[in-house]
């Protein structure tokens, strides 16, 4: 238990850290005013005294009014409610609908005496303080401030301020950032939790400032007791100048001696440490005894150290490359496999490779392929890698026999060749006939190329073909380039009108054929969860100022869904409207099928996979939406047969895209996201998203802790070990569902 005298020190540290303004509060709003966001210095809500009747049914019915995304069916009686439980849903829903409704309910939440309460009202204000990140922030750090000067049980104080905290940095405010730099210097649990904040601040501003940095570096540099989450920030920032590198260096280093927290976000900001770390990250990645998993975070480490690690990844490749050449290929079948992986992926092709480097990647690129299919897959995998890197051009003999299957791995690197530079008269027929290949990760890998094709490659053909596309992911990928580069549409040489000679050059005008295509996009049937393709496709019109295409982008306006709208706001003021909002919608009349069947106890998913039995725990009570669609699907067999389509190594597995683009799903309406503050330590399992409320049915296994992912992907259990052993293209062959 805390010290009395240690929660007064924190108490009068977080009122110390509040901003000046705060003492007469912020300007007046409306009575009811979702902008209105303050809250008590004391708890406004007294629990019952003694124990309550459970009322299951409002809980269920609150449960169906988050998922329908409709804050003002929250009442006020709910928030009041005697019974606890009725408390801690009420402000689950309001903090996953985060909306403007919400926002000022979810600040009368934040005055709960209740820890649950507070931790939800306080990750809901988080996601809800868009236009509002002052005001929001004071509330919170004032919330923050009463906690700690009363003197309940120590964790209920910690989880709720934990989540204070990380809602601070979800906001991103200046204000916020200097509260939580005083922070770091408040006792060690809510240190920690202002460390990661930090951390989540640095990665929306992309910026600190000088006072928090070195703050960090004092909290990482501690004699006794040094923040394990103190390095987190400089993971998710750009590198800074000379001197903070030279000291993130030093304390880097040091922490590799540390815990495994420590380590990994020693690891990763050694990446962001200037040239000095290549010599520690090269010793880390040789280090036979370190874990995979940290040797693969050293070559992606790295990757990102400029000339002086891609010297260090050079010679560090024979010994790695010795890994994959074992006659009975056992390494390629665990987790080394991974770390040869990343480090060929972390490299660079030079003009010139060092003499034992281009031994060592001929020597990969001519591994002999076995006959096995697991190892044949990843042999191939490595040898395409490797003649990749050494082609000087796309008709390199030794890149076109990479393969011999032919298939997606020899195509996908001969794609990566000829997107280094502008295609020659043989290039750009190449890469037309790849653009138009049926592999749907060639093509869409292809299309991607085509911003540094040069003139030879019709673009504009290309995209209004890739528009037309069966497949979700080609449409989206041509949607997305157009989005990004809209002068791929115009026909070479084609303008909207003739400039003045004071004039500057007009913008292309796009080719007929793309703004046609474009059109028949927007308008065909897709499954619900597509809304990645949608969101793309509006984009692409207000990018390429469709005006025809206006009312998708009225209608857009209005959806439930918040990618949606948030694309159709930009596209409308892109085409004229400046000031215009979408923030009004209506809720969904109904609440998902899924929350009917939903599994009373953990689920176990027994995997047969390719690289053996593998096991998934999930908690319907973490998400009960989306637990329940992955039993059934898996019920149903939709997993079986499907293969892993996304491997980041020491990072994240990923499967559940019958396509294997990594753009579909079960053709049903999307998932509402059922995040929360849970934190994604090694082997969570998370739903991958294209952005808020777009889960289907992929998911994702955690190789190890990226706090970065915490509150933003619902979670919906953990993974047993093993999980590491899977490569792109090992095929789950079938799940099968225990329930406990």
Sequence with gaps: ???????????????????????????????????????????????????????????????????????RAVLEVDLTHRDVTVRRAAARALARVADEAAAAELARALADEDPQVIAWAAYGLGWACRGREGTTTRALALRAASLAAQPPAPEAVTSAIDAIADAIGRCAHAEGERTLTAWLSTPRPQAESAALALGRLASRRQRLDDTSLVALLDAAGR???????ALLAFTRLPPQREAVQARLLDLAVEALGGGPRRRALAIRALGRAGAGAAAPLARLLTDAARDPSERADAAIALGRVGAAGQAALHDALPALVALAEPADAAPLLGPLHGVV????????????????????????AALPVGAEPRVRRRQIALRCRAAALLAPSARDATLRACDPEGGREGLLAEVGVLARARARRGDARRLEELARHPIAV??????????????????????????????????????????????????????DRPARDDAAVPAPAPARAVVEALGAALARERPGDAVETRAALLDAVAALGVLSARPALEAACKSSWPVLRERAERGLRALGERRRECRIYEPDPTPPPELASVPQGELRLEVDSDAGPLVLLLDPAAAPAAVSRVAE???????????????????????????????????????????????????????????????????????????HLDGEYTQVGRAEPGWERLAVGDVLRRVSVRER
């Design 1 to 71: 238990m805390r010290r009395a005298s240690e929660r007064v020190r924190f108490a009068a540290a977080l009122l110390a850290a509040l901003p000046l303004a705060s003492c007469r509060g912020p300007a007046p709003a409306p009575a009811g005013s979702a902008a209105s966001v303050t809250a008590p210095a004391t708890p406004a809500i007294t629990a019952s005294a003694g124990p309550a009747a459970p009322p299951p049914a409002r809980v269920a019915e609150l449960s169906a009014i988050e998922h329908r995304r409709d804050a």
């Design 223 to 229: 004699a006794e007791e040094p923040l394990d989450s």
């Design 341 to 364: 992986r990343a480090a060929l992926e972390a490299l660079t092709p030079p003009e010139r490779h060092a003499q034992g480097a281009r031994a060592a990647l001929e020597r990969l």
């Design 442 to 495: 060639v093509r869409q890998a292809a299309l991607d190329a085509l911003p540094v094709a040069g003139a030879g490659v019709r673009a504009d053909r290309l995209l209004a073909e890739a528009l037309a596309a069966p497949e979700a992911g080609t449409v989206a990928t041509a949607a997305q380039l157009l989005a990004a580069h809209p002068d791929l549409a115009s026909e070479p040489g084609g303008h």
């Design 633 to 707: 699907l898996a019920r149903a067999g939709f997993y079986d047969g499907t293969a892993v389509h996304r491997v980041a190594p020491g990072f994240v597995v990923q499967f559940g895209d019958p396509g294997g683009d990594g753009y579909g799903g079960a053709g049903r309406a999307p998932l509402r996201c059922e995040t929360s503050p849970l934190p994604y330590e090694a082997l969570r399992v998370g739903v991958a998203l294209a952005g808020r409320d777009t889960g289907s049915s992929q998911l994702f296994v955690t190789l190890g802790w990226f706090p």
